[in-house]
């Protein structure tokens, strides 16, 4: 007989079935607790509770392991390209060459984007934060497609909103940058690779068609993409399922996830973490006084780029990106003194008790801006680049939800407020 647990409440007996995964995790299954007994479990933060089964991306955070579709991210990091490891958590399998040649091209079909979409700069305030322009008009994106709207129009009509978004996306993504510099927007060009194509939108310019970025970059950037594509149901991907299963387009999904993404709890970190380096440059270079006020409870300043909700050991993703921000900047002869800073810091948290006992360590989002701003990003771009990355991520999480049915996603609650009370009238309240 598969294994049960058992709960006892008010001296009745409750047995329950457990659930293990392909990697031998294990789950009570409550999904009939309520019928069964009346009693609802109670996670704020759902610390303790799947929210769904998945065969996308397995991570042990005790081990520091991430795998996507069973692949390591060291792996996929060493040797594919990211629209490769965008193929691999769509559709489950690496591409052949034949298969990746097909999708990348199908992409290219619409990189552009409506023009009346253009006009949405207008409306925005000067200095408006990139993040919000990006939800803004990938929410958008559903106008403009009405027939999106409706989730049930099949594979095909779905497969194309996909491929629509991963390829829109970083067209969008440059036109926010463009637009921030008062550049002309420089259009996709189909010729070029998915990351080559969209730094020629971002770095290129309309009065220099030989432009070719640094291969280096390429690279640094495919890798850091990569890094990103997934990571099982964190807060932006849930978002997504849970708008996404009130049966909402595929594209108001994307857009609810870039907001959760943009946090600075989330993916907004990392910009945080880039101001955070510069305040303690900027104030001296005293990591020792920052690492206090992290410590301190009344402070609420908190060392942005470390801990994590799962990693309680290190963080796969910070290993790489660490390496590879050594790699670049010597690659492109930047000395950027915030790298000290970040090192320095690393080294003193690492070795502060505060840090060791609640296992804190740094995340993908520490050293990820160092590199960004060595390619030439502002520090509030940050977390564009890191919606860019996740887009795979979250539409395959979507279309999962979708798949399997989920339904619509409506957590319970223990009411703790004023019980039943008689109606006052405005005269008589006080
Ligand atoms: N600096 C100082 N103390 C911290 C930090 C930090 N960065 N992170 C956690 N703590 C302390 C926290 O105060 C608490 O201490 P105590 O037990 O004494 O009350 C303990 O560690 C546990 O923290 P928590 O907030 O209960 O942990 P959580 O799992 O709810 O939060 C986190 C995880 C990532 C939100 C949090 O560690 C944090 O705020 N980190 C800084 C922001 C950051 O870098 N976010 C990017 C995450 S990685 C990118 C992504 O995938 O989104």
Redo the contacts with the bound molecule.
């Keep these: 007989m598969s294994e049960t647990a058992k709960i006892i409440l008010e001296g009745k007996e409750y047995e329950l079935p457990v659930i293990q995964g392909s990697e031998g995790e294990k789950a009570i299954d409550i999904s009939n607790l309520r019928g069964l007994s009346g009693y609802i479990t109670l996670d704020p933060?759902y610390?303790n509770t799947g929210a769904t089964t998945s065969t996308i991306t397995f991570l042990d955070g005790e081990l520091g392991v991430l795998r996507h579709r069973g692949y390591s991210i060291e792996d996929l990091a060493e040797h594919c390209s990211f629209i490769e490891v965008t193929y691999l958590l769509l559709h489950g399998e690496l591409p052949t060459a034949q298969q990746l040649a097909e999708f990348e091209s199908k992409i290219t079909e619409h990189t552009l984007v409506n023009e009346g979409l253009e006009g949405m700069f207008k409306a925005f305030p000067t200095g408006s934060h990139p993040m919000g322009q990006l939800s803004s008009m990938i929410s958008a994106l559903s106008l403009f497609y009405p027939k999106s709207l409706n989730p049930h129009r099949g594979e095909e009509a779905i497969n194309r909103t996909v491929l629509r978004l991963l390829a829109k996306m970083p067209t969008i993504c440059a036109m926010i940058y463009k637009k921030r510099l008062g550049h002309p927007i420089v259009y996709p060009n189909n010729r070029l690779d998915y990351v080559t194509n969209y730094l020629n939108m971002t770095f290129g310019q309309v009065s220099d068609p030989d432009y070719t970025p640094d291969p280096v970059i390429v690279r640094a950037m495919n890798k850091l993409l990569i890094l990103h594509a997934d990571?099982e149901q964190?807060?932006?991907a849930s978002t997504v399922r849970v708008v996404g299963s009130s049966q909402s387009n595929l594209y108001s999904s994307i857009s609810a996830g870039i907001n959760a993404?943009w946090g600075?709890?989330?993916?907004?970190?990392?910009q945080?973490?880039l101001e955070m380096l510069e305040l303690i440059k900027e104030d001296g270079g005293d990591v020792t006084k920052f690492i206090n006020k992290?410590?301190d409870?009344n402070d609420p300043?908190?060392?942005?780029?470390?801990?994590?909700?799962?990693?309680k050991n290190f963080?796969p993703r910070a290993k790489i990106i660490k390496k590879a921000a050594d790699e670049v900047l010597e690659k492109l002869g930047v000395n950027d003194p915030v790298l000290e800073i970040a090192k320095k810091l690393e080294e003193v948290a690492l070795n502060d008790p505060?840090?060791i006992d609640?296992k804190?360590f740094p995340?993908?989002?520490?050293y990820s801006g160092i590199i960004y701003r060595a390619l030439g990003f502002p520090t509030d771009f940050f977390t564009v680049l890191?919606a860019l990355g996740r887009l795979p991520g979250w539409i395959s999480q979507w279309q999962e939800m979708r798949r399997d049915k989920e339904p619509i996603a409506r957590p319970r609650q223990i009411y703790t407020g004023e019980p039943p009370r008689a109606f006052v009238p405005m005269d008589q309240r006080k």
């Design positions: 933060g610390k990571h964190n807060c932006s993404l600075p709890l989330h993916g907004g970190a990392n945080e973490v992290a410590k409870k300043f908190r060392l942005m780029g470390f801990g994590h909700r799962v990693y963080d505060y840090f609640r804190l995340n993908v989002d520490f890191f």
